[in-house]
């Protein structure tokens, strides 16, 4: 029963943090007649989705043991270092670049070799870049490096 606990807590925090960006999606002030997936419909939809996932998590916890390390523990705080700092990032540096450096980041953290990482990293930059931009019709920031 103590497994169910850890499970708990995780859920409970991400309750909590798609509780904040709900509340911050609100507050963000949207110009008449954007895109219908913009910055404040978007977060929604995210947050909605890992609420449903961490309710899910919450009522039935996983019936495997596991119990967090002090290592994984410091994968996690990395983790979210590297999130704040990819929100940072994004306007100035643009979406390619600031992805690239978080997604290079996650990949070399969780097991993979440096250059490795940073080309998958890339390669997924710049095919989520075209996708966003050309399939989806969102705006998203190119950065000043590049003139957007």
Known sequence: MRI???DRIFAGTGLLL???????????????Q????????????????????????????DADSWKPSGSLLLKLGSALVAMYLYARLY???GFIIATTLVGGYFCWAFGQ??????????????????L????LQLNVPLGTLFGG
């Open 113 to 130: 070799k440096p250059l490795k990482a940073g080309a998958y990293a890339l390669v997924m930059s710049v095919l989520s870049y075209f």
């Open 4 to 6: 169910a606990v850890y």
């Open 34 to 61: 954007y895109e219908p997936l913009g910055p404040k419909a978007f977060p929604i939809i995210l947050a909605t989705l890992l609420a449903i996932s961490c309710l899910w998590l919450l009522i039935k916890p």
């Open 18 to 32: 798609s509780g904040l960006v709900v509340w911050a999606a609100l507050a963000i002030e949207v110009p008449f």
């Open 91 to 93: 306007e100035p540096a």
């Open 132 to 135: 966003l931009t050309s399939a």
